[in-house]
C-alpha cells in the first residue's frame, strides 16, 4: 500500500513513537536526578565531583534502572513491528487505538514500578496489556506478507516481525521463571506470589544473559537488514541471509537459555548471525562508499 505523512495511521503512529522516545530520555534523567539527590553514584570520578560515595546496589536507584530496562525490552519492538504493522493498511481508528494502549500501559508501567510502587498486579497489568498489542501487531505483519510472493523487502519484514517476536518472548520467559522458582527483583512481587528476592539465580540470570544478547544484535538486524535492502540484493540470497540470521538467534536462545549446551554450540549460533550482520554492514558501505 501506498503511504503518506498525511495519513492518520502514519501520524498516530509518529505522534507515539515521539512519545515513547521522550518517555525513554526521562528515564534517563530519572535515574541521574535520583543519583544526585542520594549523593550515590557508580563512578568515582562523579562521587568525587560531586560528594557523595560509590555504591552499586541502592535499591531505588536499580529499581529505576530496572524499569528503564524494561522499556528499552519492550519500546524498540515497538517502533519496528508498529511501523511494519502500518504498511499492512490496518483501519485507522484500530491502530490508533493499538498505539494508545500501548503508550498508555508503559506510561502506567513506569509510574506503579519506578515512581509511586504498587503492589501486583498493577505492573503486572501495565506489562501485559502492551505486549498483547505488540504480539498481535507482530502476527498481523507476518500473517499479511507471509502469503505474498517474497521479494527483498517482505522477507526483510517478515523476519524482522519474528525477531521482534521472539525478544517479547525472552520478556516473557524471563517472568515466567521467576514465578515457577519463586524468586522475584521487587519486594512487592515476593510478597503478592509468595516467594523470596534474590537476584542472582542461575536460571533466571542465564534467560537475562540470553535477553541481552538478543537486545545487543536483533536491533542491529532491523538497520542492517533495511539498509541492506536498498542495495538491491540478489533476492534469493538476501532472502536466505535473512532466513539463516533469524535461525542462529533462534538456536543461541534454545541453546543458551532453554536446552544448555556446550560449547562450542552458543558459540557457532552467535558468530553465524553476527558474520551475516557483518557481511550486510559491509556491503551497505561498500554501495554507499561514494557518500563518505
Not at 121 to 139: K, N, W
Request: charged fraction near 15%.
Amino acid at each position: 500500500m501506498q503511504l503518506t505523512l498525511t495519513s492518520p495511521v502514519v501520524q498516530s503512529y509518529i505522534v507515539y513513537s515521539a512519545v515513547l522516545a521522550l518517555k525513554l530520555l526521562f528515564m534517563s534523567a530519572l535515574t541521574a536526578a535520583t543519583r544526585l539527590t542520594k549523593g550515590i553514584y557508580a563512578n568515582p570520578e562523579d562521587a568525587k565531583t560531586l560528594g557523595g560515595k560509590v555504591k552499586y546496589d541502592d535499591a531505588r536507584i536499580e529499581r529505576i534502572r530496572r524499569a528503564h530496562l524494561n522499556d528499552l525490552e519492550n519500546i524498540p519492538a515497538f517502533w519496528v513491528l508498529a511501523a511494519l504493522y502500518v504498511t499492512t493498511g490496518p483501519v485507522a481508528a484500530w491502530a490508533t487505538l493499538l498505539f494508545r494502549i500501548f503508550t498508555l500501559g508503559r506510561i502506567i508501567h513506569t509510574v506503579v514500578y519506578a515512581i509511586i510502587p504498587l503492589p501486583q498486579p498493577a505492573r503486572g497489568l501495565a506489562f501485559g496489556i502492551p505486549m498483547l498489542t505488540l504480539f498481535y501487531m507482530g502476527s498481523q505483519v507476518i500473517l499479511y506478507y507471509i502469503t505474498l510472493s517474497n521479494p527483498v523487502l517482505q522477507s526483510y519484514i517478515v523476519y524482522s516481525a519474528m525477531l521482534a517476536l521472539k525478544l517479547l518472548f525472552l520478556s516473557s520467559l524471563t517472568s515466567l521463571t521467576r514465578l515457577a522458582k519463586g524468586v522475584f527483583a521487587n519486594p512487592e512481587d515476593a510478597k503478592t506470589f509468595g516467594g523470596k528476592v534474590k537476584y542472582d539465580d542461575a536460571s533466571v540470570e542465564r534467560i537475562r544473559r540470553a535477553h541481552l544478547n538478543d537486545l545487543e544484535n536483533i536491533p542491529a538486524f532491523w538497520v542492517l537488514g533495511a539498509l541492506y535492502v536498498t542495495t538491491g540484493p540478489y533476492e534469493l540470497f538476501a532472502t536466505f541471509l535473512f532466513r539463516i540470521f533469524t535461525l542462529s538467534r533462534i538456536m543461541h536462545t534454545l541453546v543458551y537459555a532453554i536446552y544448555p549446551l556446550p560449547q562450542p554450540a552458543r558459540r557457532i549460533a552467535y558468530r553465524t548471525s553476527l558474520l551475516i550482520l557483518c557481511y550486510m554492514g559491509v556491503q551497505v558501505t561498500i554501495y554507499y562508499a561514494t557518500a563518505m
